[in-house]
């Protein structure tokens, strides 16, 4: 496949940087090199993304486990084990361990307390679904705010016993820019996920949590995959328009205009934002349109799940990167 689609090419060409494009998309590949097979297991958490085969909405979630519940299982293929069943700690496969992803840790303990870890009762993350669907198009980021390193991988989707593997269409690192370095995190063991809210609009608790955030994950579509990025800022770079609305810049980049590109071609879009102290996620779907000339984002939501406590890590204070436009 071309490294980029129809949406990307005019984007790029509407901005005058084609030649750019050009020579930054050679570093788009399938093959996970060794360094970037070393880096996926250090990671504690992954952001993924997808269309609810469902709904067709999309959405942007998070996973976390021990280091090394991701991992390259082969030249091409990233293999995720998200079977609660191991116990915090263990190893499946050798190498894997214990997930919770936001509104699915509620449903996975109150289904252990009932002996049953398939129950569906209550909310569940929204895309439970499409993790479970083979042939599902998913997109992947894997950040370390210790390093400022970033890795995206996107591809199918296949089921395996203990969680799935992504068959790599694209795999790709990003620069640090934008990127709030945090030099440490814990795993807070007896955490326990709260009740997660369905909302149809932003309340004044949601909004402020927005306002608030320096960063958060991007998940878009096109006909031919899935692809998430991340968006990073000093606090208030997202704008809260409406209890519906969000407006957000759109800063300088790599060039290839992935993200506003498939924006281009297919206006969904789901949103994730995270507090990285306390692990309440917020998720977002609704649709995106970009301004090229403004140089922003306008999105308007249609649904929103709301998950205290959903994650497992707390991560230590910020170090705003330089490379943050004032504000």
Known sequence: MGAYHAGSLAVQEQRGVRDRAEHVGRSLGQDIKPV???????????MVGAADPETGRVWTSALTGTPGFVRATGLRQMSVVTDTDTGRGGRPEGEGGCVRCAATAVRARAAHAHGNPHSRDGLQDPLATALKTPGTH???????PRTRRRMRLNGRLRPTPRGFAVEADQVFSNCPRYIQRRESYE????????????????????????????????????????????????PGFVQ????????????PGNAMFLTLGNLRTDPRAGLLFLDWTTGDTLQLTGEAHAD????????TLTQALWTPAALPLRWSAPEYSPANPPG
């Open 36 to 46: 970037a097979a070393a880096f996926l297991e250090l990671q504690p958490l992954l």
């Open 187 to 234: 795993t807070v063991t007896d955490r326990t996920p709260g009740t997660p809210r369905l909302l149809t609009e932003l309340g004044p608790h949601e909004r402020e949590f927005i306002r608030s955030a320096d960063t958060f994950f991007l998940a878009t579509v096109h006909p031919g995959g899935a692809d998430v990025s991340h968006r990073g800022g000093n």
């Open 138 to 144: 998913l997109g992947t980021i894997a950040l370390d």
């Open 240 to 251: 809260v328009a409406s209890p519906t609305g969000l407006t957000w810049p759109n800063y």
């Open 292 to 299: 090229i000339a403004a140089g922003g984002v306008r999105f």
